[in-house]
């Protein structure tokens, strides 16, 4: 009872660590003297310097470091303090970081690590390593009041999540309340296929150069939420990319000549009501699978490149776009489906 009540509790952290959330037993330390929801209390050496004082440094209770030298500190996530970070324990940091006591009834065992993995609701695993992570159901970062405001708890979505490696789909659509950047260590997830962050307003910043790294994208989303800054060239060299759906952010700069004409599979690419200058490159008109594009709702000028009507698939321009630049009707008269 002292200690939160235990596996009882309703307070996730007395539930995990029971009396190490108080304080470190001995033989253990953590920065903060005590467990915390992010990591637990960590083992000191065996045979720690001070072991002969009276009393022995190894019998204290709450110790805030060892005295031996070049012991690690807590690993973000590390719950029983080996000094790894296993795939259950980055799962259940995401729910800590992002407020999970509010995504709902079906989340709450997440916190719990007796439960696989592979049994966690919105987790889909092939050949026992999680492959996709879908959490449109979850209210992540929510102050539990379905109101809208920043809630200074969620840190957003961990950097240790990328350790998923095996993770072909990841969904946060329509989290209205999720904050924070993409990490750059997405880069390292390189069996992502579907990537969606689409309607997050509160997540913000520059997207991550990383993601040219992710050879295996085909759908990288991520309409009507804050990001900024230019769209990184990088994506542009996806060559697998089928559907690049940035509209409706805060991206500025240009569209890359050299990058652009370099999406070989791609069918929608989507680029309105962005800040995005220039002209379109001519470039554009090797891209010969495109079926739909957008890109109204920018600052863009000059004429649509005449090289456009080599897009033999293309099905749709976003009416809006055609207006905003001067189009040459002649070279367009091709592209009887539109």
Same mark, same amino acid.
């Given at each position: 009872?002292?200690?939160?009540?235990?596996?009882?509790?309703?307070?996730?952290?007395?539930?995990?660590?029971?009396? %190490?959330?108080?304080?470190?037993? #001995?033989?253990?330390?953590?920065?903060?003297? &005590?467990?915390?929801?992010?990591?637990?209390?960590?083992?000191?050496?065996?045979?720690?310097?001070?072991?002969?004082?009276?009393?022995?440094? *190894?019998?204290?209770?709450?110790?805030?470091?060892?005295? &031996?030298?070049?012991?690690?500190?807590? @690993?973000?996530?590390?719950?029983?303090? %080996?000094?790894?970070?296993?795939?259950?324990?980055?799962?259940?940091?995401?729910?800590? =970081?992002?407020?999970?006591?509010?995504?709902?009834?079906?989340?709450?065992?997440?916190?719990?690590?007796?439960?696989?993995?592979?049994?966690?609701?919105?987790?889909?695993?092939?050949?026992?390593?999680?492959? $996709?992570? %879908?959490?449109?159901?979850?209210?992540?970062?929510?102050?539990?009041?379905?109101?809208?405001?920043?809630?200074?708890?969620?840190?957003?979505?961990?950097?240790?999540?990328?350790?998923?490696?095996?993770?072909?789909?990841?969904?946060?659509?329509?989290?209205?309340?999720?904050?924070?950047?993409?990490?750059? =260590? @997405?880069?390292?997830?390189?069996?992502?296929?579907?990537? %969606?962050?689409?309607?997050?307003?509160?997540?913000?910043?520059?997207? #991550?150069?990383?993601?040219?790294?992710?050879?295996?994208?085909?759908?990288?989303?991520?309409?009507?939420?804050?990001?900024?800054? *230019?769209?990184?060239?990088?994506?542009?060299?996806?060559?697998?990319?089928?559907?690049?759906?940035?509209?409706?952010?805060?991206?500025?700069?240009?569209? #890359?000549?050299?990058?652009?004409?370099?999406?070989?599979?791609?069918? =929608?690419?989507?680029?309105?009501?962005?800040?995005?200058?220039?002209?379109?490159?001519? =470039?554009?008109?090797?891209?010969?699978?495109?079926?739909?594009?957008?890109?109204?709702?920018?600052?863009?000028?000059?004429?649509?490149?005449?090289?456009? &009507?080599?897009?033999?698939?293309? $099905?749709?321009?976003?009416?809006?776009?055609?207006? *905003?630049?001067?189009?040459?009707?002649?070279?367009?008269?091709?592209?009887?489906?539109?």
């Amino acid at each position: 009872m002292f200690c939160g009540g235990g596996p009882t509790s309703m307070n996730f952290l007395y539930r995990q660590f029971a009396c %190490d959330a108080v304080l470190c037993p #001995p033989k253990t330390f953590h920065p903060t003297g &005590a467990a915390t929801l992010h990591s637990g209390c960590r083992n000191c050496p065996k045979t720690p310097k001070g072991e002969n004082q009276n009393p022995p440094i *190894s019998k204290l209770l709450g110790r805030t470091r060892c005295d &031996a030298e070049n012991v690690d500190l807590p @690993i973000n996530g590390d719950v029983d303090g %080996d000094g790894n970070v296993s795939p259950r324990e980055i799962l259940r940091l995401l729910f800590v =970081e992002t407020i999970g006591r509010f995504w709902g009834q079906h989340y709450q065992n997440w916190i719990d690590l007796d439960v696989n993995e592979c049994n966690l609701y919105g987790v889909t695993c092939v050949n026992g390593y999680v492959a $996709k992570l %879908d959490l449109v159901n979850a209210a992540m970062c929510s102050n539990g009041e379905h109101k809208s405001g920043l809630v200074p708890d969620c840190r957003g979505i961990p950097t240790e999540l990328a350790q998923l490696s095996r993770m072909e789909v990841l969904n946060f659509a329509r989290r209205q309340f999720l904050m924070g950047t993409i990490p750059t =260590e @997405i880069g390292l997830m390189t069996r992502l296929k579907y990537i %969606d962050i689409s309607d997050c307003p509160y997540m913000s910043g520059p997207l #991550p150069s990383e993601l040219g790294l992710l050879t295996n994208l085909k759908v990288f989303n991520v309409i009507g939420s804050s990001f900024n800054q *230019s769209v990184p060239s990088e994506i542009f060299h996806l060559t697998s990319l089928e559907k690049l759906h940035l509209s409706n952010n805060i991206f500025t700069g240009t569209l #890359p000549p050299s990058s652009i004409g370099q999406l070989q599979s791609i069918k =929608e690419l989507f680029y309105s009501n962005n800040y995005v200058q220039g002209t379109i490159p001519r =470039e554009i008109g090797n891209l010969s699978k495109v079926e739909n594009i957008e890109m109204y709702g920018n600052e863009l000028n000059g004429t649509i490149p005449e090289t456009l &009507a080599r897009c033999t698939s293309l $099905k749709r321009i976003g009416k809006s776009s055609v207006s *905003s630049v001067l189009g040459h009707d002649d070279e367009l008269a091709c592209l009887t489906r539109i």
